[in-house]
Structure formats: C-alpha cells, structure tokens
C-alpha cells in the first residue's frame, strides 16, 4: 500500500490477556516510530526505529510492553498482561530518514484502538 | 520530558470566524511541527517551521514560530467547517517529536 498500514484496526481484549499490534511502514521508509494517544489527548512517544540502530525505548511505560521490528520493515508492538489503562489508540508512523534530518516527513497509519475490559 | 501546552484545549466558532491556536513550551526546539487529525485518523503534517520567527502561510492559516524557537501559533482566517479537526503541534527532539496536547477545533456552519 501507498500508507502506513495497521492491524488490527480495533481490539477489544480482557484485562491480563497478551496483545500484538502489528505496522507496515511505507516501502524504503528507514525510520519507524510508535505513539500512544489516550481518548482526546495527544500523543505520547514510546519506541523509535531508525535502520538498523539500537531503538531508542525511552518512551515504554512498563515493562509489560515490547516491541521488535523484524527485517527493517514490519514492526510488532507486544503489550503483555494488559491493563485497562493500557486502553488507547496504538498510532505508527514511518520517516524516510531519521527524525534529526532536516524537512523529514513523518507519515502516521490510522492506529490501532485498543479497548482493554 | 518536554512538555508542549496548547491553547485553547477546546474551541468552538462559527464559519467565516478567525481563531488563532497557540503553542508553548519551556524547552527549545530546533524545529516544531503542526499537525491536523481527524476522527478515526492519524495526524497530518500541515507545516515544518525551522527558524526564530518564521512565518509561512498556507492558503488560509499562518504559522509563526516565536524568535526564541519555543512557542507557536497557528491563525486561520475565515474558518470552515473543513477545518474542523483536532490541530497538534510538535517540537523535535533527537529521536522523536514531542506532542502537545491538542487544540480541538469544531467549526459550525
């Protein structure tokens, strides 16, 4: 496809069951990125991929949360014994270049809602 | 954490009304972002802005950067119910971009 594409487009899971949201950044991209958006609210940062650099992890809330990108280009957001406060939309977003290049474009997918119960 | 406050968190204006939204910041940024999202999307670049006290005009909104490089306002002149949405603004950082919090437009016809 031409965009970032999502899946699951929505989720509904029981409090404590594991969970996989699955990104496919837009072909070439070298960066991929992953945000948290509350009902409302804006964005919060958690993992970034740049190539084939270590991820940048900073923004994982617990520990309950990991994720991998296999092969430069699919990447998986693994959300383990999940929390209802772990209820959000899951945003991905591809560069083609790193986020400190200058004029770098971010393109965002149209998320992933997660409803924990 | 690099905290970015908008302003207002909601605003609600009749079609053909002006509105300027704002963004501010404690921390500098080499560069800040303005995005729009819809319901049921993710956010849309609208506008890179680069240097202290910038300005750049896209059709009906104006984006200014402030000299200091941590603040921002977006103007739109003679809103329309298109421009409905929810507007973010965003500084740059090393490996990501900071969000702000959100201004949510509603523009009635």
């Known amino acids: 496809g031409a965009g970032v594409s999502q899946s699951p487009s929505n989720k509904v899971t029981e409090k404590g069951k594991d969970v996989e949201l699955r990104c496919d950044p837009i072909?070439?991209?070298?960066?991929l990125y992953w945000y948290r958006q509350s009902l409302g609210q804006g964005l919060e940062f958690l993992i970034y991929?740049?190539?084939?650099?270590?991820?940048?992890k900073s923004g994982l809330p617990s520990d309950r949360f990991s994720a991998e990108r296999t092969g430069g280009s699919v990447s998986t957001l693994t959300i383990q014994r999940t929390q209802q406060e772990d209820s959000a939309v899951y945003l991905c977003?591809?560069?083609?270049?790193?986020?400190?290049?200058?004029?770098?474009?971010?393109?965002f997918g149209e998320g992933s809602w997660l409803t924990v119960v | 954490t690099q905290l970015l406050e908008q302003s207002p968190q909601f605003l609600s204006i009749q079609e053909g009304e002006n509105l300027t939204v704002y963004c501010n910041s404690s921390?500098?940024?080499?560069?800040l972002q303005w995005y729009r999202q819809e319901p049921g999307e993710g956010p849309v670049l609208l506008v890179t802005?680069?240097?202290?006290?910038e300005v750049k005009k896209l059709k009906r909104l104006t984006f200014q950067f402030g000299d200091a490089r941590k603040d921002s306002s977006l103007h739109i002149t003679a809103a329309q119910t298109g421009d409905t949405g929810l507007y973010l603004c965003?500084?740059?950082?090393?490996?990501?971009?900071?969000f702000g919090t959100g201004t949510r437009l509603t523009v009635i016809p």
């Open positions: 977003a591809s560069s083609l270049v790193g986020q400190g290049a200058s004029g770098n474009t971010i393109y």
């Open positions: 072909s070439g991209h070298t960066a």
């Open positions: 991929f740049q190539g084939n650099s270590a991820p940048d």
């Open positions: 921390s500098v940024f080499s560069s």
């Open positions: 802005v680069v240097t202290g006290g």
């Open positions: 965003a500084g740059a950082g090393a490996n990501n971009l900071f």
